[in-house]
């Protein structure tokens, strides 16, 4: 029984389709939970709505992340008060 190129699986490719699959359907789930949420808002005008859905992926700031946190970069490392 010979073997031919077709029966030869691709590991690295199979496994990029399948992690594309997984966050497309991360994404999706992501998204139709923030258009529900925008429903129950009754949000007033469609901008509103399609801004909140674009901004799904978006996190909440942390503790470190506020004003008197502490922050390794500096936001502006041209000003005196940050050399």
């Not at 978006?58 to 390794?72: A, S, T, V, Y």
């Amino acid at each position: 029984m010979a073997t031919s190129e077709r029966d030869v699986i691709d590991f690295s490719t199979l496994e990029r389709e399948l992690q594309g699959a997984i966050e497309s359907e991360r994404r999706h789930k992501r998204e139709n939970k923030a258009k529900l949420s925008a429903i129950g808002q009754k949000v007033a005008t469609y901008e509103q709505f399609r801004d909140l859905v674009l901004a799904c992926h978006l996190k909440p700031m942390g503790k470190n992340d506020r004003e008197g946190g502490c922050r390794k970069p500096p936001w502006n490392p041209v000003t005196p008060s940050n050399q």
